[in-house]
């Protein structure tokens, strides 16, 4: 079945404690990325990677690191987390290519809580 | 950034009745745009997407989407609802070949 992994589903962690979110896709996809949600202003990218070694910053990378040393992974890295990194976030994948990038598959979210 | 706005937080809907859901886009030549579903406790699934040619789009579950350049809207719209369609709706503008902007959601209730 194809899907897009994330771990874990639920974290409640605190201050400074550094944490990473894996996500494994299974579909061979070139294209990952990384959201946050927040209530009021929908999805904002975190960063992206087009193909192995090749990654970049979104709208809100501050606070984050990515790696992408598989094509099938893409873990999402909290090196000190704050309160207000407390969000709902998703991986999402992607066949590579203008007409297919914006074709998103998501996992099913991490809810993270920073205290 | 490219922008994307949904004026609609939240609609109410009864079952059987039509949905029409709004969405702009900021300016772009060729704006490849998309809605997405988001059922609750879920993540987001691809309605459908526009990318060139004919300006009304079919989606899955129904839903259908018309594309306006002249007012840069994109709205969703579906001719009866289901109570299976209660969920967040996303509309999203592709830009810069690699980046996907979303806008804030609208959020579907159907009541019975």
């Known amino acids: 079945e194809a899907q897009v992994t994330q771990n874990p589903r639920y974290l409640i962690t605190v201050t400074g404690k550094k944490l990473t979110v894996t996500c494994s896709q299974n579909?061979?996809?070139?294209?990952m990325s990384w959201y946050r949600q927040d209530p009021g202003l929908g999805l904002r990218q975190i960063y992206y990677?087009?193909?192995?070694?090749?990654?970049d910053k979104g709208d809100v990378p501050e606070g984050y690191k990515v790696s992408r040393k598989e094509k099938r992974n893409f873990p999402l890295i909290l090196e000190s987390p704050s309160p207000n990194q407390t969000s709902l976030y998703f991986c999402?994948?992607?066949?590579?290519?203008?007409?297919?990038?914006?074709?998103?598959?998501f996992g099913e979210g991490s809810r993270l809580t920073v205290l | 950034a490219q922008s994307v706005t949904q004026p609609d937080i939240h609609i109410t809907v009864s079952e059987g009745a039509s949905l029409e859901l709004r969405c702009n886009y900021s300016?772009?030549?060729?704006?490849?745009l998309f809605w997405y579903v988001q059922s609750p406790g879920q993540g987001l699934q691809l309605l459908l997407k526009?990318?060139?040619?004919?300006?009304l789009v079919q989606g899955i579950k129904g839903f259908e989407a018309e594309f306006k350049r002249s007012q840069s809207s994109f709205n969703l719209r579906k001719p009866s609802v289901h109570w299976s369609d209660a969920a967040e709706y996303f509309c999203?503008?592709?830009?810069?070949?690699?980046?996907?902007?979303f806008g804030a959601g609208t959020t579907v209730t159907v009541r019975a």
């Open positions: 999402a994948s992607s066949l590579w290519g203008r007409e297919n990038t914006g074709e998103l598959f």
């Open positions: 579909m061979n996809h070139e294209y």
């Open positions: 990677s087009m193909n192995v070694e090749v990654t």
């Open positions: 300016y772009g030549a060729t704006p490849y």
């Open positions: 526009y990318f060139s040619g004919d300006t």
């Open positions: 999203a503008q592709f830009y810069n070949d690699y980046k996907l902007s």
